[in-house]
């Protein structure tokens, strides 16, 4: 059904969070090369996994991770959006910071903590998460 759906239509597919360089094997008979430009996009955290070829021309690209500075920054500015200068309630200093070392540097992960955070105004809400 997706090989009928997808022919003669250029297209791009995101995997995302993949786990095994299976997927490709598991997959690819659905996604044929009609020479139309479509890509196939996963994210990984595994090595391994990103560096298989899946028998396709392909290309890693490695995050960069955030240091310590710029993670505070980008958390305050999600999470503390609402607040002057987005800063950092002086009572959630610590409990955000814990978090955001949680994140080890990783942009999105971080942005979408920091999105979750932004609607938690408890301390109490804070220390749960």
Same mark, same amino acid.
């Given at each position: 059904?997706?090989?009928?759906? *997808?022919? *003669? +239509?250029?297209? %791009? ?21 009609? !020479?139309? !430009? ?7 955290? &595994? ?7 899946? !028998? =396709? &021309? ?5 995050? +960069?991770?955030?240091? %310590? ?8 500015? +999600?999470?503390?959006?609402?607040? /002057?200068?987005?800063?950092? /309630?002086?009572?959630? @200093?610590?409990? =955000?910071?814990?978090?955001? =070392? &949680? ?8 942005? =979408?903590? !920091?999105?979750?955070?932004?609607? @938690? ?6 220390? @749960?998460?």
């Amino acid at each position: 059904m997706i090989t009928n759906f *997808l022919r *003669l +239509k250029r297209y %791009v597919i995101v995997f995302d969070d993949v786990w095994s360089s299976n997927l490709w094997r598991d997959i690819h008979v659905s996604l044929l090369d009609e !020479g139309l !430009g479509s890509r196939v996009i996963l994210t990984t955290r &595994k090595e391994d996994v990103a560096s298989s070829s899946f !028998g =396709a &021309k392909s290309r890693v690209h490695y995050i +960069k991770l955030l240091g %310590v500075s710029d993670a505070w920054n980008l958390f305050c500015m +999600k999470a503390f959006s609402s607040n /002057p200068n987005r800063c950092c /309630p002086h009572h959630l @200093k610590s409990l =955000a910071q814990d978090l955001v =070392a &949680k994140c080890k540097g990783l942009p999105l992960a971080i942005a =979408a903590l !920091g999105g979750i955070m932004s609607s @938690k105004y408890l301390d109490s809400d804070w220390r @749960k998460f």
